[in-house]
């Protein structure tokens, strides 16, 4: 059974960091590409960082360049999504999604969803 289950969220004070993690059964994460996706109440779902399966190139919105980190531990068969200096407004449903083929910000590229993990982001 193709699963993928996120975990790592929570309430963090504005500059405080989170580590998501995503991790996958029933496929190997290394053969797919994996992006972290978020959804804010009353907005649409946006790419927020993923990560190629050919050679691990990242990618990354302009929102979140330079404070969260995307990356993959094969042993483990689990992706991360380190996010630091979070401000208000990374307050969000986090999803972490999968797809045999190209990484892209694309949603409905993606074959496989995590349920989601709450990360909110207030004083």
């Known amino acids: 059974q193709v699963q993928l289950v996120e975990s790592g969220g929570g309430l963090v004070q504005p500059g405080g960091s989170l580590r998501l993690s995503c991790a996958a059964s029933g496929f190997t994460l290394d053969y797919y590409a994996i992006a972290w996706f978020r959804q804010a109440p009353g907005k649409e779902r946006e790419g927020v960082s993923c990560i190629s399966s050919s050679d691990g190139t990242t990618y990354y919105a302009d929102s979140v360049k330079g404070r969260f980190t995307i990356s993959r531990d094969s042993a483990k068969n689990t992706v991360y999504l380190q996010m630091n200096s979070l401000k208000p407004e990374d307050t969000a449903v986090y999803y972490c999604?999968?797809?045999?083929?190209?990484?892209?910000?694309?949603?409905?590229?993606?074959?496989?969803w995590g349920q989601g993990t709450q990360v909110t982001v207030s004083s």
């Open positions: 999604a999968a797809v045999e083929g190209w990484a892209t910000f694309l949603p409905y590229e993606y074959d496989y």
